[in-house]
């Protein structure tokens, strides 16, 4: 089946600098590919749409300055958390969108000290 | 707006016991339900999925129907194995949007 690839599955970092996560599609191109993010105990909440070669559609509440998100390829997106406070410590995952179906990457889990 | 509800977990069962992971829905409109499964250090990957009222998704054993009148898609299973250990996310596709409203997400642990 379909494989999405992600990385890093985990990092730790420091209050203010930024980290980058990457999303990969290894055996198919997606033209979308989407953003979660998951608290603990709560739900894996949409953060962005994003489409090959185009900006990216946040959902409300999601700071775009905060979260950019690179969708330069048809196999590649990015997300890089800017200046990451620990709030922004949570586990994210992205999936790609193929022939109206969805691949999962497997998740970061960042934590921000 | 639209919204999913499962149980807390964990869930912790012996080998071969039956399993149900409840889930409830809000939503407008006539959503899809949908069960993912995530495997420790996999993504998370589509169990089964239902689109219409009174459908049953099935596969691996697992089965869940859509039930307009208690707006409920619990998960089962008659008899789990240990490989069945995983996080199980319930969801639905927004009827206007297309866009995937998942619950928290619920841990199985099956021993053996």
């Known amino acids: 089946g379909a494989v999405v690839s992600q990385h890093p599955s985990w990092v730790i970092c420091k209050s203010g600098t930024s980290v980058k996560i990457e999303c990969r599609s290894l055996?198919?191109?997606?033209?979308?590919m989407f953003w979660y993010r998951q608290f603990p105990k709560q739900s894996l909440m949409l953060m962005a749409t994003?489409?090959?070669?185009?900006?990216?559609?946040?959902e409300q509440g999601v700071e775009k300055d905060k979260f950019l998100i690179n969708h330069a390829s048809l196999t590649l997106s990015t997300l890089t958390v800017t200046s990451a406070h620990p709030e922004d410590s949570s586990f994210y995952i992205c999936?790609?969108?193929?022939?109206?179906?969805?691949?999962f990457g497997s998740g970061t889990q960042l934590s921000v000290l | 707006g639209n919204s999913v509800t499962q149980m807390e977990g964990p869930v912790t069962l012996s080998e071969e016991a039956f399993l149900t992971i409840n889930c409830t829905y809000t939503?407008?409109?006539?959503?899809?339900l949908f069960w993912y499964v995530q495997y420790p250090g996999e993504g998370l990957q589509l169990l089964l999925k239902?689109?219409?009222?009174?459908d049953k998704g099935s596969n691996k054993g697992f089965e869940a129907t859509y039930r307009k009148e208690t707006t409920s898609f619990h998960l089962e299973k008659g008899s789990v194995q240990v490989s069945d250990s995983a996080v199980y996310f319930c969801?639905?596709?927004?009827?206007?949007?297309?866009?995937?409203?998942f619950g928290t997400g619920t841990r199985l642990q099956v021993f053996p």
């Open positions: 239902a689109t219409k009222a009174d």
């Open positions: 055996d198919f191109q997606a033209t979308t």
């Open positions: 999936s790609a969108a193929t022939d109206e179906k969805l691949f």
């Open positions: 994003s489409n090959e070669g185009s900006k990216a559609t946040y």
């Open positions: 939503a407008t409109g006539y959503p899809s």
């Open positions: 969801a639905l596709s927004d009827y206007n949007t297309d866009k995937l409203i």
